[in-house]
C-alpha cells in the first residue's frame, strides 16, 4: 500500500542549482497536486494536473515547472533555485471527477528542500 | 474564495472528547467541507468531509450547522497520537483545495 512516493525526502541546493522532485501515485488516480509548506503554514498549491496530459498553475508557480509523464508520475522542476524556495514540497493525488467533490486528497511525506 | 477561521490552538485531556470548530460565514452551496490533519514531520491526512448533512465515519464525526456557515470535528476519545494541525477546508471544485493554518491539537495525558 505504497499510496503516492516523494523523492528525494531531503535536499540541500545551491541558490541557481536546478533539480527535479519526483512524485508517483499507485492508485490510478487522475488528479495530481504540487504543494509546499513553509513553516508554521498552511500548504499553498503550486501546480496541479487534472487528468494526463493537463497540466495548470495553482497559488504560488513562479520559479517552478511541472511535468505529467504518465498517469502515475508527475514532477516539480526548479530550473533555478532561490533560498526562497526552501520548504517542504508535498505531492497529492486524487480521484477527482468533474461534479464529485467528496473524493480526499492522498498525500506523500514530503521532501525537505534547503536551498542555501 | 470562500475562507475559513479556526482557533490557532486547543488542548485537550486523553481520552476525552474534542470539538474542533470552524467558521466559513461564505460558504456557497456547492462547496463541500472537509477536514484534514497533519501529523508532526508528515503530509496531510484526509479524516471527514460533508455537504449539509453530519457524517461519522472511524476516525471522527463532522456536525455541519444548519444555516452551513460553521461546523465542527468531533475526535470522540482523543488520543496522544491525534496531537495534530486540524485544517477546516472549503473545497468547491475538483482542483482548488486551499489549506490555511488550521488549529494546532495538544492531548495531554
Known amino acids: 500500500n505504497a499510496g503516492v512516493t516523494q523523492t528525494p525526502k531531503f535536499q540541500v541546493l545551491k541558490t541557481g542549482q536546478s533539480m527535479t522532485l519526483q512524485c508517483a501515485q499507485d492508485?490510478?488516480?487522475?488528479?495530481m497536486y504540487w504543494y509546499r509548506q513553509d513553516p508554521g503554514m498552511g500548504l499553498r498549491l503550486i501546480y496541479y494536473s487534472a487528468s494526463e496530459g493537463t497540466t495548470d498553475k495553482g497559488e504560488v508557480p513562479n520559479g517552478y515547472n511541472v511535468s505529467r509523464l504518465n498517469k502515475r508520475e508527475f514532477s516539480l522542476r526548479l530550473e533555478s533555485a532561490a533560498p526562497s524556495q526552501t520548504s517542504v514540497y508535498f505531492c497529492?493525488?486524487?480521484?477527482?471527477?468533474?461534479?464529485?467533490?467528496?473524493?480526499?486528497?492522498?498525500f506523500g511525506s514530503g521532501t525537505r528542500l534547503t536551498v542555501v | 474564495d470562500a475562507k475559513t477561521t479556526q482557533p490557532n490552538s486547543m488542548e485537550s485531556n486523553e481520552e476525552e472528547p474534542v470539538h474542533l470548530p470552524c467558521n466559513h460565514s461564505?460558504?456557497?452551496?456547492?462547496?463541500?467541507i472537509h477536514w484534514y490533519r497533519q501529523l508532526p514531520s508528515q503530509g496531510p491526512e484526509y479524516v471527514i468531509h460533508g455537504l449539509t448533512s453530519n457524517v461519522n465515519n472511524r476516525m471522527a464525526s463532522l456536525a455541519i450547522a444548519e444555516d452551513r456557515k460553521s461546523s465542527t470535528l468531533i475526535l470522540h476519545r482523543a488520543t496522544l497520537r491525534d496531537a495534530a494541525v486540524y485544517y477546516c477546508?472549503?473545497?468547491?471544485?475538483?482542483?482548488?483545495?486551499?489549506f490555511g493554518a488550521g488549529t494546532r491539537l495538544t492531548v495531554k495525558p
Open positions: 477546508i472549503l473545497r468547491r471544485n475538483n482542483n482548488d483545495m486551499r
Open positions: 461564505t460558504i456557497s452551496g456547492t462547496d463541500y
Open positions: 492508485m490510478n488516480h487522475n488528479s
Open positions: 497529492a493525488s486524487s480521484e477527482a471527477r468533474t461534479g464529485r467533490l467528496g473524493y480526499g486528497y492522498t
